[in-house]
């Protein structure tokens, strides 16, 4: 393998270690829609879960700041 692909390679192994993986589990048929949603809202469906868990977490605090 040349020099280019080996620098590329270590820079990508760089990017990932930078995340954690969780892994989800449904339905393949709620998949398929999940899938299909964040499609048609320009989004890949990690993008789309991501967004999901920060628009929960940011309602549920402010839910529970105006409960106080």
Known sequence: SSAASDV??????????????????????????VQAYAAAHGESVNGFINRAIDETMRRDSSISESES
């Open 8 to 33: 590329y390679k270590r820079q990508q192994k760089a990017y990932m270690e930078k995340f954690a993986v969780a892994r989800v589990r449904m339905d393949r048929s709620k998949y398929e829609v």
